[in-house]
């Protein structure tokens, strides 16, 4: 798959970053998980079709599997950069190394910006057991979107990796 972003470089503007931050959240306000929000918000720009991209994120939602572990929007960053600059082939170890790079840097920021990286920590569960009861989503109600940071961890996940885009310009 050819990379797409090659044509944004220089024009990836302020305008065009909140355009893509507001995508992301709005996937997630229509039931989305936080990867699929994230990474379907930017999947036109590695041609890769929106149905596409929420169906390879699904499962990474509620900190993959909801099993707590990773933030779903955290990993989206990751599916992203992959996306963007991974290595297609195996002995590409200096490829393979910019990436992880690149990937390192993301997350530190989205670390620093939301105090962790992992699904329990942002919301505040308490053991491991209890991160990973349940399978079952939880259902999408006003007062779920009322209790969850998500949305915010949704935006700053998008606001990351659309800066990144703009920084490569």
């Known amino acids: 798959m050819e990379n797409q972003t090659s044509g944004l470089k220089g024009q ?3 305008e065009q970053i909140e355009e893509r931050v507001q995508r ?3 996937n997630f306000m229509q039931g989305y998980g936080c990867c699929q929000s994230v990474v ?3 999947a036109d720009l590695y041609g890769l079709d929106d149905t596409l991209a929420k169906k390879i994120a699904a499962g990474f939602g509620g900190g993959v599997g909801r099993m707590r572990m ?3 929007a955290v990993s989206g960053i990751v599916m992203l950069v992959g996306l963007d600059c991974g290595q297609t082939e195996g002995s590409d170890r200096e490829g393979k190394s910019a990436c992880y790079k690149v990937v390192q840097d993301l ?3 989205s670390r620093e910006a939301n105090g962790s990286l992992i699904c329990a920590e942002i919301l505040g569960l308490k053991g491991y057991e209890k991160a990973q009861s349940s399978y079952v989503a939880s259902a999408r109600t006003a007062e779920y979107y009322k209790t969850r940071p998500c949305a915010a961890k949704v935006e700053s996940a998008a606001r990351i ?5 703009k920084a490569k310009g």
């Open 12 to 14: 990836f503007t302020n």
């Open 24 to 26: 992301a959240v709005d």
């Open 40 to 42: 379907a918000a930017f």
């Open 70 to 72: 990773m933030c779903g």
């Open 107 to 109: 997350l530190a920021k």
């Open 161 to 165: 990796f659309a800066e990144y885009l």
